[in-house]
């Protein structure tokens, strides 16, 4: 993507008032969020194809190892906004390490503009991980829970 193509999105977002906007294409990722009253911030992130010839650590004559099995899958926030870990500060959490959730279990809430919007696994396992913290910002795409 040039900069020509970031600013056509740019003027895009300003156009039709849209306040955040996410791309992902194979290898390539961005994001832009306007803050109140700036202009759009442009968030960009390339990952290069792995080429174990391109690896430093590597030595001659050797292939690297392939990387370890990844330990599950995230359930990751689908907006940016406030996460809660239960509907109320007094009530318990929606769910705790070790609990088997199915794919319409609520996991948490994000708030997001004055807005509660409950959190669903979306997959079934047992959580093995809460990768945020309560109350703390989230933005898209954050890894909330570690599923297996």
Known sequence: MDLKEIRA???????????EFA???????IKLRKGWG???????TERPAFSPQASPAAPAGTTPAAPAPAAGS???????????SSASPDMSAFVEVGA???????????????????????KKGTITAILAENGKPVDYGQPLFRIV
């Open 74 to 84: 995230d359930i990751t926030s689908p907006m940016v906004g406030t996460f809660y």
């Open 38 to 44: 700036r202009e759009p911030q442009v968030e960009i």
């Open 100 to 122: 088997e959730v199915t794919e319409e279990t609520v996991v948490c809430i994000i708030e997001a503009m004055k807005q509660f919007n409950e959190i669903r696994a979306e």
């Open 9 to 19: 999105l740019i003027d895009l977002m300003k156009k039709n008032d849209l306040t």
């Open 23 to 29: 791309l992902e294409r194979e290898g390539f990722k």
